[in-house]
């Protein structure tokens, strides 16, 4: 659990939520599921789905193939690359990270160093950005232009 204090209340809504490859609503969802509902909910933002773009969240060619899309969409701004502390992003930002060296995983800043996320056999946290499990694994972290 995030020992950030600054969390907004409405995070507490997507808590729990369980894994479910190209899930897409509170019944379950993947981690770009939870991110995409998370912007249109709170922020009012709509992302492509995806969900029929890859067969399943352990294939990491094809995960690739969706964030390298989104990346050369020009929706994107990029905040700040790689983490090392608490700086410039704020709630709504994406956090794209690497899993098994690849560029497969996002989560969504909800405070300052502070992100909802979800992966395979775990339901949805919050997690430090920079803890020993995140912090190496960040790419860079992304706003998009909506919110700019």
Same mark, same amino acid.
């Given at each position: 659990?995030a020992?950030?204090?600054?969390?907004?209340?409405?995070?507490?809504?997507?808590?729990?939520?369980?894994?479910?490859?190209?899930?897409?609503?509170?019944k379950?969802?993947?981690?770009?599921?939870?991110?995409?509902?998370?912007?249109?909910?709170?922020?009012?933002?709509?992302?492509?789905? #995806? +969900?029929?773009?890859?067969?399943?969240?352990v294939?990491?060619?094809? %995960?690739? $193939?969706?964030?390298?899309?989104?990346? &050369?969409?020009?929706?994107?701004?990029?905040?700040?690359?790689? #983490? +090392?502390?608490?700086?410039d992003?704020?709630?709504?930002?994406?956090? %794209?990270? $690497?899993?098994?060296?690849?560029?497969? &995983?996002?989560?969504?800043?909800?405070?300052?160093?502070?992100?909802?996320?979800?992966?395979?056999?775990?339901?949805?946290?919050?997690?430090?950005?920079?803890?020993?499990?995140?912090?190496?694994?960040?790419?860079g972290?992304?706003?998009?232009?909506?919110?700019?």
């Open positions: 659990m020992r950030n204090r600054d969390i907004p209340a409405w995070a507490a809504g997507y808590i729990g939520i369980p894994f479910v490859d190209r899930g897409r609503d509170r379950g969802c993947d981690c770009w599921g939870l991110k995409r509902m998370i912007l249109a909910e709170q922020f009012g933002v709509d992302v492509p789905s #995806y +969900d029929d773009a890859y067969f399943s969240t294939d990491p060619a094809e %995960l690739r $193939r969706v964030y390298e899309e989104e990346e &050369h969409s020009g929706k994107w701004i990029e905040v700040m690359r790689g #983490y +090392d502390k608490p700086g992003e704020r709630p709504g930002d994406v956090v %794209l990270m $690497r899993m098994s060296g690849q560029p497969t &995983h996002v989560g969504v800043v909800i405070a300052k160093g502070v992100m909802l996320h979800t992966e395979k056999d775990v339901n949805s946290a919050t997690a430090n950005i920079d803890g020993f499990t995140w912090k190496n694994r960040v790419i972290i992304y706003r998009h232009r909506a919110l700019a």
